[in-house]
């Protein structure tokens, strides 16, 4: 059984939350990876392997029965936060009666390090009972680039993913997340001098001003399939018909359907645009598909919350608007809980804070629900 010190525990968390690790401040990343790789080195049983995750640097694969190809659980979690560098000197991790506070605390330090506890203290031959994996990546809070095919490689083999991010601060867990794509538009009309001979010119801005009003026709708020140009420039002067223009544009969807048909709409104008003589380009930039509960993961759902309930935890679910990286797992058919890390609130900001009373009975509920689903 495991004997929980919290003052212990936070003074293992510390050194992880102060480091400056935001996406691609590889000192940090690494600083942290490393220190992970030692906690599992100095449990018997695992191995861990780095993964070269190009720009974003090095993340971590940590099994116990490494040359077996199956794998029950996969355990997720990501080593980088949102914060500029400068950070951790500014607001190094600090705690009162009820709360942590620093960067990342609970996006998600707390959540990578009760994977650790929890292996720490299951039971030997449960674990050897099983086959589990443990992916650390460094990328996700920009959408997991660099690491997505590797962590989907892993996921087409496992036979569960729980994602460790924290529980909402109801202590409710993520069972579903918005999909979410962006696009870079650049449009190449031609340039004609705006009084002598405007019939010349083709404006970029006006091919733009077309695209503007049936992409925010394209919206659906019953649906949840929302669409948001948020960036525009173009044009060089106003005595000139634009030759350029350019727009970012947003998608965020529950049904993978629904943007399937947004994005061959896109590409339908892009092939036909409204003005001839304008060429547009369109790039997507960031692609990450909804997280719908499939009918395995409701049976999973079921199985934490009778766990959950033995533990005397109170379990709600939530559909989150922003994605993680659940949603890469979950749309490969893999059966997909998030939000079982320990309560955090205002994630991103400099008010981010880990609920102590709750860092405990998650570890043990993640626990019990490893023990289950070994057995
Ligand atoms: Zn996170």
Redesign the pocket.
């Known amino acids: 059984m495991m004997k929980f010190n919290l003052a212990e525990y936070l003074e293992e968390l510390r050194p992880l939350i102060n480091v400056d690790c935001g996406t691609y401040t590889l000192e940090g990343i690494e600083c942290v990876a490393s220190q992970f790789e030692q906690k599992f080195q100095a449990m018997t049983g695992w191995y861990v392997k780095r993964v070269d995750c190009a720009k974003a640097g090095v993340g971590l694969e940590i099994r116990n029965k490494p040359d077996t190809e199956q794998i029950d659980i996969m355990l997720v979690g990501?080593l980088d936060t949102v914060f500029a560098k400068g950070t951790a000197a500014q607001r190094p991790m600090s705690y009162d009666n009820e709360k942590a506070y620093g960067p990342g605390v609970a996006?998600?330090k707390s959540g990578l390090l009760n994977i650790v506890y929890a292996l720490r203290h299951l039971e030997p031959d449960l674990i050897d009972k099983c086959s589990i994996c443990v992916c650390m990546n460094p990328d996700?809070?920009v959408g997991s680039a660099d690491s997505v095919a590797w962590l989907q490689s892993v996921a087409k083999h496992a036979k569960h993913a729980l994602v460790v991010?924290a529980a909402r601060a109801d202590g409710g867990l993520v069972k579903a997340r918005k999909g979410r794509a962006c696009y870079q538009l650049n449009f190449h009309g031609v340039a004609a001098h705006a009084g002598n001979e405007p019939q010349n010119g083709r404006s970029a801005i006006t091919e733009l001003a077309h695209w503007i009003v049936a992409i925010n026709g394209m919206t659906n708020f019953d649906s949840g399939t929302t669409l948001n140009v948020g960036v525009v420039s173009g044009g060089t002067n106003s005595n000139t018909v634009a030759e350029y223009a350019d727009a970012a544009v947003e998608v965020r969807f529950w049904s993978n359907e629904e943007y399937q048909q947004v994005d061959a709409a896109l590409k339908r104008m892009q092939a036909n645009p409204f003005i001839d003589g304008v060429s547009v380009a369109l790039e997507r930039e960031v692609y990450k598909p909804a997280m719908m509960p499939s009918e395995r993961t409701e049976s999973l759902m079921k199985l934490v919350e009778t766990l959950a309930q033995e533990l005397e935890i109170d379990i709600k679910w939530h559909s989150a608007g922003g994605g993680?990286d659940a949603n890469h797992m979950a749309i490969l058919g893999i059966p997909t809980i998030d939000g079982l890390g320990a309560i955090g609130g205002h994630?991103h900001s400099d008010k981010e804070y880990l609920l102590l009373e709750s860092i405990e009975p998650r570890i043990r509920l993640l626990m019990r629900i490893l023990q289950q689903l070994a057995a």
Do not use: V
């Open positions: 990501h996006d998600m996700e809070e991010e993680s994630f």
